[in-house]
């Protein structure tokens, strides 16, 4: 039905990611400032909680947001690639949340590049640790995710029938 009110594929997906990646990174940078905020008042009185113009805290929160809106742009690229929303969903849910489990075991250096570390222990930090990648090699990592699956889905959109 899409393609036939937009038969320009690559500007359909482009559409769908623009819409789609403002309306997440809104909900992520909302959903992280609400945690900020949460996790200050659950701190107990003889700790003192942290402030956004603390070193780092300002970009921990704001790159919170951020990551998650990227990690949704890598999940509608795998839509766009499978073209099947079970499948879609299975890859994802693999990728971002089972991956990182099975490369603790097995390789425990990799497990840096994993979608959701990223966002966990680069992003949303204001100190990475020293086994983590930086918050902004961490943001251009994950812009490579969603870049690639999104060009990828872009260029077989163009190639399959509707």
């Known amino acids: 039905m899409t393609l036939a009110a937009v038969p320009n594929r690559p500007l359909l997906l482009a559409a769908k990611a623009a819409v789609f990646g403002a309306a997440t990174l809104a ?73 990182g489990e099975l490369l603790v075991a097995v390789a425990p250096s990799a497990v840096s590049y994993v979608p959701l570390a990223i966002v966990g222990d680069s992003l949303g930090v204001s100190r990475p640790s020293p086994d983590a990648l930086s918050p ?11 870049s690639a699956s999104l060009l990828t889905g872009g260029w077989l959109l163009t190639r399959r029938d509707a």
């Open 27 to 99: 909900v992520g940078e909302v959903t992280a400032f609400l945690a900020f905020v949460a996790g200050r008042a659950a701190l107990p009185n003889r700790i003192p909680p942290p402030a956004l113009d603390q070193p780092g805290v300002l970009r921990a929160v704001l790159l919170s947001g951020v990551g998650i809106g990227l990690v949704g742009l890598f999940g509608l690229g795998l839509g766009a690639i499978l073209r099947h929303s079970a499948a879609a969903l299975a890859v994802y849910a693999g990728v971002v949340f089972v991956i």
């Open 136 to 146: 902004w090699t961490g943001l251009a990592v994950l812009c490579a995710y969603a």
